[in-house]
């Protein structure tokens, strides 16, 4: 390529792969890979985890460097201009690269001096940051005591000290609410509006990928395809349907899609089930459901999701989707008891922190076999109401009932009925999978031949086998995922709390994770769970969305998005829009 041609593309890479040594294997994390932006866009990397998304970011910032090939930025090559490429360099990682122990501004003057920003610029740059991120009166917080979407606008705002002419973000989104995820995307616009910045970013939300004017899907340290989000619509275009029924819940509906020969994916949203079809299929819906089933098939735009399910599985040489089986056999009605029993009940429950109130006065039901979910922006107070149902934190007035206990004199017999699943997995890093599945089992009390059967379903189930003797923290994050619910599973209990588990994962993960939830349902299991992932709470019976501790909103995935209508609001079938709306007129920000 001509010199001057290359000093244009803010990043430019030209056959590069990467290899990583494995204990004694040697992983091709990328392949022959190919790559040019240019300045003034914003490009999502999309993929399955351990794609290779977070590699080509670190090669792209020049953290590490290529095995073969050659990248460049802006004219500099990351081997031999490190120096002067990091100087106009933005480089964000997972975890948004703070120091906890820190304030804000102590944070902001780190990353000034690192970059060496005079005193006088410096005060420059921080107000101007101040004022896009709005954290102008937290300055002297610890990052450590801010909220997630803070830190996420905080790690930003560090990225962005020295002004970077390429921003490159991982999955900044990651763990935060609808509201902060707006709030960063408003920011990247301005970015890339105002400086002309190229922002390269990965995420696993297909909607933030919708917004980019490139996306770049890898899998397997291969590019499968790039360009813009309507090149990838064109792929489905004709393929996507939207499937209802007055007789049949969406939930089984979507169980009964999913032995359909031609359906690629079928997911929940709205009041029906998104169906994408093999390219040219076209099934007798009424001969398959049966005559006395009315079902309507609506005929909807594709989107860029439905292009990525359907160019992985296409990759991958499988058909669709797989799905899986649970610990007790499936009841042929997935439908759940007209009389359910409460198996959790919160009366008036309050929790203090030295001073401040986490939860106020929270009351709510949740009936056997429901899925039932807990919303809420960063800090409404859903975690700690996680560990006060898990008997891992007593709440400081009113009462908590699990599985017919009371927490407060019977807590230990409550936990040996639940299963819990944490935010970071709870799994122990410097241990194999064999031996975290060893570790639970025995917590769980389960000995002997139990104990041994037990394990072995878990490497059935999960399809562990190949990581057998790997240490957990070694592993892609979706086997993390698979190994922490096993471990939450293994004492078969009757209910399970999730708390965030599918924050990072990617869409076929996410798919595969919720089959096995909705299969669990089935056969009784209550489940509780808290998701940042607005078309998860599709999938929820009920939800109770939290604020600052109390309630803001309760009902059905439908009732919650009537109840965001108003005056200014008409009505909207998005659950993120109407989450949204709801957060910001009660004023509830994070």
């Given at each position: 390529?001509?010199?001057?041609?290359?000093?244009?593309?803010?990043?430019?890479?030209?056959?590069?792969?990467?290899?990583?040594?494995?204990?004694?294997?040697?992983?091709?994390?990328?392949?022959?890979?190919?790559?040019?932006?240019?300045?003034?866009?914003?490009?999502?990397?999309?993929?399955?985890?351990?794609?290779?998304?977070?590699?080509?970011?670190?090669?792209?910032?020049?953290?590490?460097?290529?095995?073969?090939?050659?990248?460049?930025?802006?004219?500099?090559?990351?081997?031999?201009?490190?120096?002067?490429?990091?100087?106009?360099?933005?480089?964000?990682?997972?975890?948004?690269?703070?120091?906890?122990?820190?304030?804000?501004?102590?944070?902001?003057?780190?990353?000034?001096?690192?970059?060496?920003?005079?005193?006088?610029?410096?005060?420059?740059?921080?107000?101007?940051?101040?004022?896009?991120?709005?954290?102008?009166?937290?300055?002297?917080?610890?990052?450590?005591?801010?909220?997630?979407?803070?830190?996420?606008?905080?790690?930003?705002?560090?990225?962005?000290?020295?002004?970077?002419?390429?921003?490159?973000?991982?999955?900044?989104?990651?763990?935060?609410?609808?509201?902060?995820?707006?709030?960063?995307?408003?920011?990247?616009?301005?970015?890339?509006?105002?400086?002309?910045?190229?922002?390269?970013?990965?995420?696993?939300?297909?909607?933030?990928?919708?917004?980019?004017?490139?996306?770049?899907?890898?899998?397997?340290?291969?590019?499968?395809?790039?360009?813009?989000?309507?090149?990838?619509h064109a792929l489905a275009e004709g393929c996507s349907f939207m499937l209802?029924?007055?007789?049949?819940?969406?939930?089984?509906?979507?169980?009964?899609?999913?032995?359909?020969?031609?359906?690629?994916?079928?997911?929940?949203?709205?009041?029906?089930?998104?169906?994408?079809?093999?390219?040219?299929?076209?099934?007798?819906?009424?001969?398959?459901?049966?005559?006395?089933?009315?079902?309507?098939?609506?005929?909807?735009?594709?989107?860029?999701?439905?292009?990525?399910?359907?160019?992985?599985?296409?990759?991958?040489?499988?058909?669709?989707?797989?799905?899986?089986?649970?610990?007790?056999?499936?009841?042929?009605?997935?439908?759940?008891?007209?009389?359910?029993?409460?198996?959790?009940?919160?009366?008036?429950?309050?929790?203090?922190?030295?001073?401040?109130?986490?939860?106020?006065?929270?009351?709510?039901?949740?009936?056997?076999?429901?899925?039932?979910?807990?919303?809420?922006?960063?800090?409404?107070?859903?975690?700690?109401?996680?560990?006060?149902?898990?008997?891992?934190?007593?709440?400081?007035?009113?009462?908590?009932?699990?599985?017919?206990?009371?927490?407060?004199?019977?807590?230990?017999?409550?936990?040996?009925?639940?299963?819990?699943?944490?935010?970071?997995?709870?799994?122990?890093?410097?241990?194999?999978?064999?031996?975290?599945?060893?570790?639970?089992?025995?917590?769980?009390?389960?000995?002997?031949?139990?104990?041994?059967?037990?394990?072995?379903?878990?490497?059935?189930?999960?399809?562990?086998?190949?990581?057998?003797?790997?240490?957990?923290?070694?592993?892609?994050?979706?086997?993390?995922?698979?190994?922490?619910?096993?471990?939450?599973?293994?004492?078969?209990?009757?209910?399970?709390?999730?708390?965030?588990?599918?924050?990072?994962?990617?869409?076929?993960?996410?798919?595969?994770?919720?089959?096995?939830?909705?299969?669990?349902?089935?056969?009784?299991?209550?489940?509780?769970?808290?998701?940042?992932?607005?078309?998860?709470?599709?999938?929820?019976?009920?939800?109770?969305?939290?604020?600052?501790?109390?309630?803001?909103?309760?009902?059905?995935?439908?009732?919650?998005?009537?109840?965001?209508?108003?005056?200014?609001?008409?009505?909207?079938?998005?659950?993120?829009?109407?989450?949204?709306?709801?957060?910001?007129?009660?004023?509830?920000?994070?």
């Open positions: 390529m001509n010199s001057s041609v290359d000093s244009q593309a803010a990043l430019d890479f030209r056959n590069v792969g990467k290899a990583f040594l494995s204990g004694r294997k040697t992983v091709q994390a990328l392949e022959n890979i190919s790559l040019r932006l240019t300045s003034g866009g914003i490009t999502a990397l999309v993929g399955p985890d351990g794609a290779g998304k977070t590699t080509l970011l670190r090669l792209a910032a020049g953290l590490l460097l290529p095995d073969s090939g050659c990248i460049e930025s802006f004219g500099l090559n990351t081997l031999d201009d490190a120096d002067r490429l990091h100087r106009q360099t933005g480089y964000m990682p997972q975890r948004f690269g703070l120091y906890e122990d820190l304030s804000v501004l102590e944070n902001l003057n780190l990353y000034a001096d690192l970059y060496g920003i005079d005193q006088i610029e410096r005060q420059n740059r921080f107000t101007e940051l101040m004022k896009m991120t709005g954290l102008a009166k937290f300055n002297q917080r610890l990052a450590g005591r801010l909220s997630g979407g803070m830190k996420q606008k905080l790690g930003l705002a560090c990225t962005l000290v020295n002004r970077p002419r390429l921003l490159l973000l991982d999955e900044p989104s990651v763990g935060v609410d609808p509201v902060s995820r707006r709030e960063l995307w408003h920011i990247i616009t301005l970015l890339v509006k105002d400086f002309g910045t190229c922002v390269l970013l990965s995420t696993a939300y297909m909607d933030e990928a919708e917004r980019c004017d490139h996306v770049i899907l890898l899998d397997q340290g291969q590019i499968l395809r790039q360009g813009a989000p309507a090149e990838f209802s029924s007055p007789q049949l819940s969406k939930r089984q509906i979507r169980q009964r899609l999913a032995e359909h020969v031609d359906v690629i994916d079928a997911v929940v949203q709205g009041e029906a089930v998104r169906t994408v079809l093999r390219p040219r299929a076209q099934p007798d819906w009424q001969a398959y459901f049966g005559e006395a089933v009315h079902l309507q098939s609506l005929p909807v735009a594709p989107r860029l999701e439905d292009a990525f399910i359907m160019l992985l599985l296409e990759h991958r040489g499988i058909r669709r989707q797989s799905e899986t089986v649970c610990f007790l056999p499936i009841s042929d009605s997935v439908s759940a008891p007209a009389n359910r029993a409460a198996v959790i009940q919160v009366d008036a429950v309050d929790r203090w922190f030295d001073g401040f109130q986490a939860v106020k006065k929270l009351s709510f039901n949740v009936q056997q076999g429901e899925i039932f979910g807990l919303l809420g922006a960063n800090g409404a107070g859903k975690t700690t109401t996680f560990r006060m149902l898990c008997g891992l934190l007593p709440a400081s007035n009113g009462s908590l009932g699990v599985a017919g206990l009371d927490l407060r004199n019977a807590a230990a017999q409550a936990r040996a009925r639940i299963g819990y699943m944490s935010q970071k997995f709870s799994l122990y890093g410097q241990l194999s999978v064999r031996q975290n599945l060893d570790f639970f089992s025995h917590a769980y009390g389960l000995r002997n031949r139990r104990r041994l059967d037990r394990i072995e379903w878990a490497f059935q189930q999960f399809d562990l086998q190949d990581y057998s003797d790997s240490d957990s923290a070694d592993l892609p994050l979706g086997y993390k995922q698979r190994l922490a619910l096993a471990c939450a599973l293994m004492h078969e209990p009757e209910i399970l709390f999730l708390d965030e588990p599918t924050s990072g994962i990617d869409p076929l993960a996410r798919r595969e994770f919720w089959a096995r939830i909705n299969q669990l349902a089935a056969q009784g299991v209550t489940i509780l769970i808290t998701t940042h992932f607005m078309e998860e709470a599709e999938y929820c019976d009920r939800l109770l969305i939290m604020r600052e501790g109390d309630i803001l909103a309760a009902g059905t995935p439908a009732e919650i998005k009537q109840s965001s209508q108003g005056p200014e609001h008409p009505p909207t079938d998005n659950m993120e829009e109407a989450f949204i709306r709801l957060v910001e007129s009660s004023g509830a920000v994070s």
